[in-house]
């Protein structure tokens, strides 16, 4: 069974930066294409990266709303079974518990492992 531990969050300053981990365990973990989830202060948990995986990682490909492209990058590291999320140029909009989980191309929102506690952005203005 595969499990998820978030980490990285914290209290920073608009225009700061961050690097989120996801560490996976269990098996099968590189079978799936992986993503980002934001649940902002009373709203919906939404898809906001994704990265799919093919052969060597130069055929990775990932995806961003539109709101946090140039801002934010996925990446993953087979090796150590975690994906990360580093965040630069924070704004305040940014701020919620940020989870990994499956994810998909077209940012549908395709999780299908169970939620992990995520970690807590908070980003001051």
């Known amino acids: 069974q595969i499990q998820f531990v978030e980490s990285g969050g914290g209290l920073v300053q608009s225009g700061g930066s961050l690097r989120l981990s996801c560490e996976a365990s269990?098996?099968?973990?590189?079978?799936?294409?992986m993503g980002w989830y934001r649940q902002g202060p009373g709203t919906e948990r939404e898809l906001v990266a994704a990265?799919?995986?093919?052969?060597?990682?130069?055929?990775?490909?990932?995806k961003y709303k539109d709101s946090v492209k140039g801002r934010f990058t996925i990446s993953i590291d087979n090796a150590k079974n975690t994906v990360y999320l580093e965040i630069i140029s924070l704004k305040p909009e940014d701020t919620g518990v940020f989870y990994c989980?499956?994810?998909?191309?077209?940012?549908?929102?395709?999780?299908?492992?169970?939620w992990g506690k995520g970690t807590q952005v908070t980003v001051s203005s």
């Open positions: 989980n499956t994810g998909d191309l077209l940012l549908r929102g395709s999780p299908s492992i169970t």
């Open positions: 269990g098996r099968f973990f590189s079978s799936y294409a």
């Open positions: 990265i799919t995986r093919g052969g060597s990682q130069s055929n990775y490909q990932t």
